[in-house]
Nanobody
Framework: QVQVVESGGASVQAGGSLRLSCAVS????????MGWFRQAPGKEREFVAA????????AYATNVKGRFTISRDNAKNTVYLQMNSLKPEDTAVYYC?????????????????WGQGTQVTVSS
């Protein structure tokens, strides 16, 4: 019933910036949490950032704090991930997800709906 579509991935040089977008379709409830995850080749999917739909509560992985910011435009049902000071180790496929249940915002299993992923490549 809920669909999630990411966009905005690109190839950039180290130190550059990108903004990823996550368009959510369906009747999004105010209690939804929105999360960003990423997966590099040969590695497990890892948590990046999450936010309540209202934006009043946010969480970030320690290795992106201060560089990445999660935000949203409620009128457009869109969540953003602003990525600054990008590093080669940020290279991954980035996924947007939406969830209602679960208490651990860092866990993939706490999210019910997932996008297809968008590729971010950071060159050194």
């Amino acid at each position: 019933q809920v669909q999630v579509v990411e966009s905005g991935g690109a190839s950039v040089q180290a130190g550059g910036s990108l903004r990823l977008s996550c368009a959510v379709s369906g009747r999004t409830l105010s209690s939804y949490r929105m999360g960003w995850f990423r997966q590099a080749p040969g590695k497990e999917r890892e948590f990046v950032a999450a936010s309540s739909w209202s934006g009043t509560t946010t969480a970030y992985a320690t290795n992106v704090k201060g560089r990445f910011t999660i935000s949203r435009d409620n009128a457009k049902n869109t969540v953003y991930l602003q990525m600054n000071s990008l590093k080669p180790e940020d290279t991954a496929v980035y996924y947007c997800a939406a969830g209602l249940g679960g208490s651990d915002w860092y866990a993939s299993m706490s999210y019910n709906y997932w996008g297809q992923g968008t590729q971010v490549t950071v060159s050194s």
